[in-house]
Every structure is written in C-alpha cells, then in structure tokens.
C-alpha cells in the first residue's frame, strides 16, 4: 500500500492536464473518422475511450510501487524488451510494409512502445550510478553506446521503424549530455559525424525502404511529386491554414472526414484538430503539452535522488521529443517519420505506453519529500 503521506503529494493538475489532452484526442478522432453521408461510421473513438479507461487504471496502478524498484529491475525489463524485439522479427505481424506487431490472439501490440520505457529505466539506473563529479570519457561513452544503443536501434531498423529509433537516439543523446560529458568527445563526435556523412549517408540511404525516401524527398521539396509523396504534407499544410484565428468549429472541418488528409486520426490529427479550433484552440493546446513538459522538469529538479532526476528527465526528453516532431511534421518543418502526437493520436498501444511513462513523472514526484523511508 501507497503511505498516506505519499499521496499527499500527488499532483493533481498533472493528472487533469494529461486526460484532458487525451479527451482532446477522442473528440479529434471522432471527427477525423466521422462518417460521410450514406457510409458506416468507424468506432475508433470508442476504442479509444476504452484504452484512455485501461490506461488510467495501469497509471495508477504503477504509482502503488516506488520507482525505486523499477530501477532496482532495469536491466531484467531491458532485456526483456531486446526479447520482445527479436520476437517481432521472428514472428511479428506484417502491416504496411513494416514488422512492427505481436498478434496475442486477443490483443495486437507494439513491442517497441514499450521498449523505450525500458531503454529509459536501464540508462536511467546506469547514469545515476555513475560518479557525480566524474564527466563522461570515451571509455565509458563506448561502454553505453555498445550496451545500450546498438543493439536496439538495429532490431527497430530491422522493422522498419525509423521514428522510435530517432527517439531513442534522441534520448540518449539528451540524457548523456545531462550526466555530463567531456568537450573532447563532444568535438570528436562532430568531427567523426561530418566526415562519415558523405560514406554513412550513402549507405543509410541505401538501405531505406521506397516509402521511407519518398519522405525525405516530400520534406526537401513538397512539389517534387504533390499528388504523390508530397501530398500528405501539401494536405495537412491546407488543413491547417484554413482553420485561421479562431478555426471553422468542431465538426466543421473537412479535411478528415472527407479524407483529404491521409492519416488524419493518427499522425496528422494535429492538423485536423489545427483546422476546427484555429490558432486560438493550438495555443491552449500546446500550453497544455508544455504544461506536461514544464512538471516533468520540475519534478527532475526537485526529485530526492539521481535515480528519480534521470528517470523524470528521460521521460520528459521522450515526450518532448514526441511533441516537437509530430507538430513539426504536420507543418512541413520535419520529414514525416510517423511518429504520433503524445496522448492525442489513435492508437492502443502508444497510448498505454505515453500514460505509463507520465507515471513515471507523477510516481517520482510523489515521493520527492519522502525522506522517512
């Protein structure tokens, strides 16, 4: 059981904000899917509202065990997820030219989802066991990058799936960077990344599926193709620009349910929200998600221990990340690299996994003044 004075401490505005935006996403679903005169209506709303219920019970339920436990198993659950990776490569179920799903029978989930709560735990417990006062070498920046990285961000490229390893990239760039580390590395990292462009670059691209170049090449210039691989970013662009000052209304729009923009309840839902709530309603909306970011912060900053600061900054980074790059997406400032917009996008898993990791946040800012335990 939770001590009582632990839950005094429970952040309830956190909470509110975080369903809230997520509430946001089932309203936004069910216009993007509504259904078009004479045509049957899509329940993905409902489905949604159904996992915003199961994730709200798994949220609670990680806040009975104290996140010192997590850390204590970090490298058991890390383990399980590389399992879990190779298990999809093995027998996971094709979709959209992509391996990415383990079919239970009863349930279909991302592994991958998981695996960055995982990746999170294990390099949160190894950086906080590191010696404060010590910056990061080359030896031990080698250590992480082989232990840590490697393995995984090979098995997601095997899906394919390139967003999830760029998170992963991106949080372990960030938390490193916040353990601190020396300039020499610094500097002989940048050095080694412009020379191996040119080689690196050819052979990344090389190995990239169609639809994957097709978005690099979308990114760097829409009208290169804009009734093909231009098209998603043109259509979500339009979306966007005519929502105007204060937007066209809920259920208003167009753009979703007359399925001009591809993927509208997923990875482009931002733009359909953009289009009924205009620049007014995006406001108010990222000043909810930074709201998320600023406690995830704060709560780093005022966390009890090392193994609480790295676990709530490696969360936060993730859920910046989501956020900047989605939004990006939608306006053309990023390729799209199908990575959806934290707690508003459609779908199960992802969504199971953004509320598990804001437990994090919520669980490790609980038990900041803990100090009789």
């Known amino acids: 059981m939770i001590d009582r004075r632990v839950i005094k401490d429970f952040d309830k505005g956190f909470l509110i904000v975080i369903v809230v935006i997520a509430l946001i996403g089932v309203m936004t679903i069910y216009s993007s899917t509504r259904p078009l005169l004479g045509t049957a209506q899509e329940s993905f709303y409902l489905k949604q509202l159904n996992w915003i ?45 992509a391996q990415r799903w383990l079919n239970l029978g009863f349930l279909s989930f991302q592994p991958s989802e998981f695996f960055k709560l995982f990746f999170v735990v294990a390099l949160s417990r190894y950086l906080s066991g590191l010696d404060q006062e010590e910056k990061i070498d080359s030896r031990l920046m080698l250590k992480m990058v082989t232990g840590f990285f490697i393995v995984p961000a ?16 991106f949080i372990f ?63 979500s662009k339009v979306s966007i620009g005519a929502g105007g000052f204060i937007g066209k209304g809920y259920l208003q729009g167009t753009q979703g349910p007359y399925r001009f923009l591809p993927e509208n309840h997923t990875d482009f839902i931002f733009s359909i929200f953009a289009e009924e709530w205009g620049f007014t309603g995006s406001l108010v909306l990222f000043l909810l998600y930074l709201f998320v970011i600023w406690r995830g912060f704060d709560t780093a900053i005022t966390s009890r ?32 690299v199908g990575i959806p917009l934290p707690l508003m996008s459609y779908g199960g898993t992802a969504l199971l996994s953004n509320f598990l990791a804001l437990s994090i946040i919520e669980n490790v800012r609980m038990r900041r003044f803990a100090s009789y335990y």
């Not at 790295?310 to 400032?333: D, E």
């Open 305 to 336: 221990d090392r193994d609480g600061r790295f676990l709530a900054l490696g969360v936060t980074y993730m859920f910046c990340f989501y956020f900047i790059v989605n939004v990006g997406m939608t306006l053309g400032l990023m390729p799209v």
């Open 173 to 235: 760039t960030a938390m490193v960077l916040t353990a601190g580390i020396k300039k020499k590395i610094i500097i002989m990292t940048v050095i080694i990344g412009l020379i191996a462009v040119p080689v690196g670059g050819k052979f990344m691209w090389d190995r990239l599926k169609d639809y994957q170049k097709n978005r690099i090449i979308a990114f760097i210039d829409p009208q290169a193709d804009p009734q093909g691989i231009g098209y998603h970013i043109k259509q």
């Open 53 to 97: 219920i199961l994730s709200l019970g798994c949220f609670f339920l990680a806040l009975f065990i104290d996140y010192r436990w997590f850390m204590r198993f970090s490298y058991v659950f890390y383990i399980i997820g590389i399992l879990l990776l190779v298990l999809v490569l093995i027998a996971g179920r094709k979709g959209m030219g």
């Open 154 to 169: 090979v098995l997601i490229l095997k899906q394919p799936d390139l967003g999830t390893m760029l998170i992963l990239l």
